[in-house]
């Protein structure tokens, strides 16, 4: 089982609405959760980062919650533009290792004009 | 565009053909990557290094050969690849080696095995 589990696995919305992505992950010890955007063909580019202490990050439309007790975040996207249309990658890292990261499998969300 | 550079963006190969990955940043860095990600999949972890040396190998076939000549450059060297290789590969580069130092990466190589 993937310790990190996103959704919906896609999402169609209509330009200018909101939306809401989900991540709960497992992995422990918990040391910090990103939000990656990746458009077709492109890599991923970083989009939050949040560690333990941090409950809610913004970059611009996006803003991301986190919720260490229950072990999820999310994304919210406001006023949505198509150029938003991408998938959106969770990734947990751990204490661990030096790189024990987890990828969930994104998201990917389509806004329609 | 990206800070990190990924040469060829496009690479079609046969089985038989020896080829190779290029990866550059001008960032600094002291830690590369070599992830494969396959359609609609998130990308996997195939190599890490830190400061040029190998730190991870995520259990990766030797028909992959990484190597990182300086702090700026990583290569990944192919040879005898099967079909089922075929994936974006990306790089990425962070500051140091350490889940909270944030990646960037480039826009991958896409590869064909013919």
């Known amino acids: 089982k993937n310790q990190v589990e996103q959704s919906p696995q896609s999402l169609i919305i209509l330009e200018g609405k909101n939306c809401t992505l989900q991540?709960?992950?497992?992995?422990?010890?918990?040391?910090?959760l990103r939000w990656y955007k990746q458009d077709t063909g492109r890599g991923p580019v970083s989009l939050t980062i949040?560690?333990?202490?941090?409950n809610t990050k913004s970059n611009g439309r996006y803003t991301a919650t986190l919720d260490a007790d229950t072990k999820q975040s999310s994304l919210h996207i406001t006023a949505s533009q198509l150029s938003d249309s991408a998938s959106y990658i969770c990734?947990?890292?751990?204490?661990?290792?030096?790189?024990?990261?987890?990828f969930g499998a994104g998201t990917r969300l389509t806004v329609k004009p | 565009d990206t800070e990190v550079t990924q040469t060829p963006k496009h690479l079609v190969m046969g089985m038989t053909n020896k080829k190779s990955l290029k990866c550059e940043q001008h960032?600094?860095?002291?830690?590369m990557y070599w992830y494969k990600q396959k359609a609609k999949k998130p990308p996997e972890l195939m190599f890490v290094?830190?400061?040029?040396?190998?730190?991870i190998n995520e259990s990766v076939p030797s028909r992959f050969s990484p190597e990182c000549p300086n702090s700026s450059l990583l290569n990944l060297h192919l040879h005898a690849l099967q079909p089922e290789d075929s994936a974006l590969y990306l790089c990425?580069?962070?500051?140091?080696?350490?889940?909270?130092?944030?990646?960037?990466f480039g826009d991958g190589t896409r590869l064909s095995i013919l």
């Open positions: 991540c709960n992950y497992t992995v422990s010890p918990f040391s910090n």
């Open positions: 990425a580069s962070s500051q140091l080696v350490g889940s909270n130092q944030p990646q960037h």
């Open positions: 949040m560690t333990f202490s941090e």
């Open positions: 960032m600094g860095h002291r830690a």
């Open positions: 990734v947990v890292s751990a204490l661990r290792n030096n790189n024990d990261m987890r």
């Open positions: 290094y830190s400061y040029e040396k190998l730190s």
